[in-house]
């Protein structure tokens, strides 16, 4: 019997997918809970599992578009069932014949998984069946001199002495490359100067993001730097023990995830979103960090950030990033954020304008911490400086707010005293 394997609904407004790669080959054999395919959606890729074993049968090529509930492959169960089954007892002619099971030479059933099916292989002694295996001998091509015609081992040993002595076939020359008609590869220009090839789901959904973000919100960006000398300090003096206490290191997101919930806190209006002709005020801080993926970019959410300590948030930005390069984020980890962070200073970044993520009213972009010299104090010192952006919806946050904003992540930053320090 045969079950069809379908693609599943995997969230809302998900209508299609696309098979970005096959985890098992068809013809091969599968066990339920092993995964069949990776589905790339416009949010999310997804790996999806056989819900019974058996031998699959690919019906969907890899890169091709796929809608929810779509028959992909089929995954004969009656073959499976087979594999598993004992081995019928051999029979033999010789009713008097009552071999010693212990002796080599003694015959047995065969594994038919792993010795192709033949005369000679229904009856073969442990110690030809393993010679056959290790060396990858076909039993049906070997004359068998023991009773009945049944495999010795010295047939085995004998049929790999002169398969060793046979003369090696020579190298076939390569194939000559095919002719040049004219007609370029698809998706290629006819003098090779471009590629053209379809957006994935995930790309598509984010450009259609970024320009809906453009055309529905009043966009402004504000710009301040921070002092990076003294949580550089403390992050160095906790790192040790931090890393032996959580088993992950004390990086600087953490920092400006407190910051900003300190800043959101001061500024409510930028923790908030316009819907329609509504103002909604959001009173938790669910944080949406971006990350970057071989895939495009996915904004996984901290939830409750202000209740978490920087062990809880480092390990949070962890595991999401791990999640998301394997592609393996589920789409309710990318649901419900208030605001977000984006750093492109991990990429040499040194000032940006980053774009809302709606429907929020405020994204802070981080970026490269830079030796600059400064003054302080009426001397000229060298300091490590971020230039820090927030790019805000003016339809719901004054300048005033935005300026306010930024000023009190840069003092979180340069005092981290202000912070919650629950490392």
């Not at 068998?144 to 046979?166: E, I």
Request: glycine share 8%.
């Amino acid at each position: 019997m045969s079950i069809e394997v379908k693609i599943p609904a995997v969230g809302e407004s998900i209508s299609s997918g696309i098979v970005s790669v096959w985890h098992k080959k068809s013809g091969e054999r599968v066990n339920a809970g092993e995964p069949l395919f990776t589905l790339e959606t416009d949010k999310v890729s997804t790996e999806i599992v056989a819900e019974q074993a058996g031998v699959l049968n690919t019906i969907a090529a890899e890169g091709q578009e796929v809608k929810i509930g779509e028959i992909v492959a089929t995954i004969d169960e009656s073959a499976a069932a087979a594999e598993a089954s004992p081995n019928a007892a051999a029979t033999t002619t010789d009713v008097d014949a009552k071999p010693d099971p212990n002796h080599e030479d003694a015959p047995i059933a065969t594994d038919k998984s792993s010795v192709p099916k033949s005369a000679n292989a229904d009856v073969l002694s442990p110690a030809v069946r393993r010679i056959v295996e290790e060396e990858k001998l076909d039993p049906a091509t070997m004359s068998g001199t023991g009773k009945g015609g049944r495999l010795t081992k010295g047939d085995a040993l004998t049929a790999v002495q002169n398969r060793s002595a046979a003369p090696q076939p020579a190298p076939q020359a390569a194939p000559a490359p095919a002719a040049d008609n004219g007609t370029p590869p698809a998706g290629q220009s006819q003098d090779g100067r471009f590629t053209r090839k379809k957006m994935s789901p995930l790309r598509r959904k984010i450009a259609a993001q970024l320009v809906m973000a453009q055309h529905t919100a009043a966009i402004l960006t504000t710009f301040n730097e921070c002092d990076m000398t003294a949580v550089s300090a403390l992050r160095k003096e906790k790192q040790d023990a931090f890393t032996k206490a959580n088993g992950l290191k004390l990086g600087f997101m953490s920092f400006f995830i407190k910051a900003a919930v300190e800043a959101l806190k001061t500024v409510p209006a930028i923790n908030a979103r316009i819907e329609g002709d509504d103002f909604i005020q959001n009173h938790f801080f669910d944080i949406g960090v971006a990350v970057g993926t071989d895939r495009g970019l996915v904004v996984p959410v901290v939830r409750d950030a202000d209740k978490k300590s920087f062990a809880d948030l480092e390990r949070d930005i962890a595991d999401y990033a791990t999640k998301a390069r394997e592609g393996k984020i589920k789409i309710e980890d990318l649901q419900g954020g208030t605001f977000t962070i984006s750093n492109g200073g991990v990429y040499g970044s040194l000032l940006s304008t980053p774009i809302l993520n709606p429907p929020q009213s405020g994204i802070l972009g981080m970026h490269s911490i830079q030796q600059r010299p400064m003054a302080v104090d009426g001397q000229v010192v060298i300091r490590p400086m971020m230039y820090l952006a927030l790019s805000y919806d003016h339809r719901a946050v004054d300048g005033k707010e935005a300026v306010t904003f930024l000023i009190k992540v840069k003092q979180c930053i340069e005092d981290p005293t202000q912070l919650s320090l629950d490392f």
